[in-house]
């Protein structure tokens, strides 16, 4: 084994940006394999597993559970997702609800440079369409 090819838990850390608890929580509940040791115990990570846990940080910020990604996570590089039925219509229904989401926001973004333009410090009302369609009212002073 080739030590230029591992990595400690702190450097695997570092490159991927996720907390060593994490890592080790990733471990434990089987989102990662359990990892190599070295003599001491120390665990050793590769760049397979660098590469997975930027995957696992991606989905994560789409707002995919830990066990949504599960399944995604046991495919290889080389797998082709149309072979697999359930995930392609998971990833294609979980890709239209972050499109929902990305709209949504946009429209706040709108209506807040509308109030910029018009000079408002505080907007009045703000209503907002969407599925958390609300009235918002900001208190005067």
Known sequence: MNEMDTYSIKETADLTGIA??????????????RADRKPNSHRIYRDDDIQTLKLIACLKKT?????EMKPFLSLTT???LMDFPELHDMIVNHKRKIESQIASLQ????FIDSKLIQGE??????TLTGDRSRKLSVRKP
């Open 121 to 126: 410090a505080v907007p009045q009302n703000c």
């Open 63 to 67: 707002g995919m559970s830990l066990d």
């Open 78 to 80: 080389r797998s082709d």
């Open 107 to 110: 429209e706040v973004v709108e």
């Open 20 to 33: 060593v608890d994490t890592l080790r929580y990733y471990e434990k509940i089987s989102l990662l394999p």
